[in-house]
């Protein structure tokens, strides 16, 4: 079956903040655990980027953006050595960079799962997250909950 990504992300509870849309990475990793692992994706070209979003603060974990983009022949060789010295290893580029080659114009739904999931999971965001917000609020408790998306 071929989702919409923007049929997945109408199914998520957006939170609005500083004239911008915040997505919850939560409720969008429910909503792909329901999916089956053959379904696929369609997405015009975007970047998800993942935030820390709390009463208090908005913080963006800016390093682990999310692109999808379609292109004519690979670049992937390239972006893996371009950003893999910025995010720490090639793993997590192949984790963060989605490339359809047209003339397809789908992938994987499980790409996303991945992604969604590393998010919600990491130690590293945490770690990132406690230390950037930890330093205003000595009684800052990490929520994963809180992690939340925008969409360009």
Request: proline residues 3%; glycine residues 4%; charged residues 25%.
């Amino acid at each position: 079956m071929i989702i919409p990504f923007s049929d997945l992300i109408t199914k998520i509870t957006k939170k609005e903040k500083y004239n911008e849309s915040y997505y919850n990475i939560g409720e969008l990793r429910n909503v792909l655990n329901i999916c089956d692992a053959n379904e696929i994706l369609i997405a015009d070209d975007c970047f998800l980027s993942p935030f820390y979003v709390n009463a208090e603060s908005t913080y963006n974990i800016h390093w682990l953006d999310f692109s999808i983009t379609h292109v004519n022949e690979s670049n992937m060789d390239m972006v893996l050595s371009e950003r893999a010295r910025g995010v720490g290893g090639k793993d997590i580029v192949k984790l963060l960079y989605v490339e359809i080659l047209y003339p397809n114009i789908s992938f994987p739904i499980t790409r996303l799962q991945d992604y969604v999931n590393f998010l919600y999971n990491s130690d590293e965001v945490k770690e990132e997250v406690i230390l950037a917000l930890g330093k205003q609020d000595e009684n800052f408790k990490f929520d994963a909950n809180n992690l939340y998306l925008t969409v360009y």
